[in-house]
């Protein structure tokens, strides 16, 4: 590591004392790096949906427009790759919100469960349509057990992990959310059978714009920022998360919330201690 030390003496003499500036240059170097990546990666995805979208109009623009069969087919790519465009900037700006702290988000008092419930069913659909089975499996976890988090914050993490697990579990999978009680804690795990992810790239996976197969991640509808959103979202709520995986088997993306011990009736009355 290397220190660069700056020393300001106060009041014109020396002995009255210094003030001292510690700059971790290899800390600096590595954010402007991680600075540069981020442009540079944002730039070519940017640039990726909008060449398709260009190649696909001068094609109609130049002789497909008259074909019924063609003109229908590019029209529908290009509106998929508008989608894409449009859910790429949507995650830019929610990471650069996260990531520079302007918190909108109003953690309180939640009860998870429920929340939990109702964001898994909001994937029934797609899960259906690929043949995957979809479980929510409480545990022993109370109903009423509270977390200090935003609602929208809980549906981001969990709909970010759904989403997942359903894009890269093959046909006829499964995937589940199975909870438990921890020591403190309520632990939630979005685990699913599908194409797993291998042991060199799982530490990476958090990144953002990493991906392990990009050419898949983005015929798939993938930003490459899901994983990158739901660590924020996790730490802001003091949270943690992990995964394990095997390629081949599937997947096991496990979020630890710390346990708000009151209850929702004492958290929502201003006169309560708790
Ligand atoms: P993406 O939009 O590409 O899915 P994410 O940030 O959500 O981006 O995930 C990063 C990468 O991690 C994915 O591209 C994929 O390679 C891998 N990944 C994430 N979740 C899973 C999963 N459930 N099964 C297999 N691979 C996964």
Same mark, same amino acid.
């Given at each position: 590591?290397?220190?660069?030390?700056?020393?300001?003496?106060?009041?014109?003499?020396?002995?009255?004392?210094?003030?001292?500036?510690?700059?971790?240059?290899?800390?600096?170097?590595?954010?402007?790096?991680?600075?540069?990546?981020?442009?540079?990666?944002?730039?070519?995805?940017?640039?990726?949906?909008?060449?398709?979208?260009?190649?696909?109009?001068?094609?109609?623009?130049?002789?497909?427009?008259?074909?019924?069969?063609?003109?229908?087919?590019?029209?529908?790519?290009?509106?998929?790759?508008?989608?894409?465009?449009?859910?790429?900037?949507?995650?830019?700006?929610?990471?650069?919100?996260?990531?520079?702290?302007?918190?909108?988000?109003?953690?309180?008092?939640?009860?998870?469960?429920?929340?939990?419930?109702?964001?898994?069913? !909001?994937?029934? $659909?797609?899960?259906? &349509?690929?043949?995957?089975? @979809?479980?929510?499996?409480?545990? %022993?976890?109370? #109903?009423? *057990?509270?977390?200090?988090?935003?609602?929208?914050?809980?549906?981001?993490?969990?709909?970010?992990?759904?989403?997942?697990?359903?894009?890269?579990?093959?046909?006829?999978?499964?995937?589940?959310?199975?909870?438990?009680?921890?020591?403190?804690?309520?632990?939630?795990?979005?685990?699913?059978?599908?194409?797993?992810?291998?042991?060199?790239?799982?530490?990476?996976?958090?990144?953002?714009?990493?991906?392990?197969?990009?050419?898949?991640?983005?015929?798939? !509808?993938?930003? $490459?920022?899901?994983? &990158?959103?739901?660590?924020? @979202?996790?730490?802001?709520?003091? %949270?943690?998360? #992990?995964? *394990?995986?095997?390629?081949?088997?599937?997947?096991?993306?496990?979020?630890?919330?710390?346990?708000?011990?009151?209850?929702?009736?004492?958290?929502?009355?201003?006169?309560?201690?708790?």
């Amino acid at each position: 590591r290397t220190l660069s030390v700056r020393g300001t003496p106060l009041h014109g003499s020396p002995a009255a004392g210094a003030v001292l500036v510690f700059h971790d240059v290899t800390d600096l170097r590595r954010l402007e790096r991680m600075r540069q990546d981020f442009v540079a990666n944002a730039s070519h995805e940017l640039k990726t949906p909008l060449a398709s979208i260009k190649a696909y109009t001068e094609t109609l623009l130049d002789w497909a427009l008259h074909d019924e069969g063609v003109n229908r087919r590019y029209l529908e790519r290009i509106d998929e790759q508008a989608d894409r465009l449009n859910q790429l900037i949507l995650d830019m700006l929610s990471l650069a919100r996260l990531e520079s702290g302007q918190e909108f988000y109003e953690h309180r008092p939640t009860r998870l469960l429920p929340l939990l419930a109702d964001c898994l069913e !909001g994937h029934r $659909g797609r899960a259906d &349509a690929k043949g995957l089975s @979809l479980a929510f499996e409480p545990g %022993g976890v109370d #109903a009423e *057990a509270l977390v200090v988090a935003d609602e929208e914050a809980i549906r981001q993490i969990f709909d970010n992990l759904l989403d997942n697990a359903i894009k890269y579990t093959p046909e006829s999978g499964s995937v589940r959310m199975a909870c438990s009680q921890g020591e403190g804690a309520v632990i939630v795990e979005v685990v699913d059978t599908g194409i797993g992810i291998p042991r060199d790239d799982q530490p990476r996976i958090f990144e953002r714009f990493y991906r392990v197969d990009k050419a898949r991640s983005r015929e798939l !509808g993938g930003t $490459g920022l899901g994983l &990158a959103i739901v660590k924020h @979202l996790v730490s802001s709520i003091r %949270g943690q998360v #992990a995964v *394990a995986s095997r390629p081949g088997s599937g997947s096991r993306f496990t979020v630890t919330i710390p346990r708000y011990p009151g209850t929702l009736h004492a958290a929502s009355d201003p006169r309560s201690p708790a």
